[in-house]
């Protein structure tokens, strides 16, 4: 049974850093790119970075480059998010993601920047 497991969310004042982590299970995690996204309240869900089998990864949204970085530990089956310079604006629910013929997501976490 596919299963992916965010955690790592939660409340950091702007300027301040998180690390999401996913941890999977269930399917050939080495040999699958990953995917994070976000969703803020009232928003659709937008890609924030895909990293490959090789550790490659790249960030989309110009607001996030050179703040979040990817990185994953294939021997753990878990990729992390790392979120540096957190801004108000980066609150959202965050989601890791993979597709083998449909899209597979984990529940979500969480993370709110505020003062």
């Known amino acids: 049974q596919v299963q992916l497991v965010e955690s790592g969310g939660g409340l950091v004042q702007p300027g301040g850093s998180l690390r999401l982590s996913c941890k999977a299970a269930?399917?050939?995690?080495?040999?699958?790119?990953m995917m994070w996204y976000r969703q803020a309240q009232g928003t659709e869900r937008e890609l924030v970075g895909i990293?490959?089998?090789?550790?490659?990864?790249?960030t989309y949204p110009p607001s996030v480059k050179g703040r979040f970085t990817l990185s994953r530990e294939n021997a753990r089956n878990t990729v992390y998010l790392q979120l540096n310079s957190l801004k108000p604006e980066d609150t959202a629910v965050y989601y890791c993601?993979?597709?083998?013929?449909?899209?597979?997501w984990g529940q979500g976490t969480q993370v709110t920047v505020s003062s």
């Open positions: 990293i490959d089998i090789n550790s490659r990864s790249e």
């Open positions: 993601n993979f597709w083998d013929k449909r899209d597979y």
């Open positions: 269930g399917f050939e995690f080495s040999n699958t790119v």
